[in-house]
């Protein structure tokens, strides 16, 4: 279990043939994030920019509630 922005988070995420996918559900803020694009296999910096865009939506949605 992780936290994030001080809130206990679920999370899942991983990558696959033409895939990265990505799960995370904060119960105490009322929030589940599901993200899926094309990319996936072996490719690091890919797999880094996919994460750092979902923290930045993520943070964008949980600072406009």
């Given at each position: 279990?992780?936290?994030?922005?001080g809130?206990?988070?679920?999370?899942?995420?991983?990558?696959?043939?033409?895939?990265?996918?990505?799960l995370?559900v904060?119960?105490?803020?009322?929030?589940?994030?599901?993200?899926?694009?094309?990319?996936?296999g072996?490719?690091?910096?890919?797999?880094?920019?996919?994460?750092?865009?979902?923290?930045?939506?993520?943070?964008?949605?949980?600072?406009?509630?």
């Amino acid at each position: 279990q992780r936290h994030r922005f001080g809130a206990p988070s679920f999370e899942h995420d991983g990558s696959g043939p033409g895939v990265l996918a990505a799960l995370i559900v904060i119960p105490e803020r009322g929030l589940s994030l599901a993200v899926a694009c094309n990319g996936g296999g072996d490719n690091r910096p890919t797999i880094k920019r996919f994460s750092e865009v979902v923290d930045q939506v993520l943070a964008r949605v949980l600072a406009s509630r």
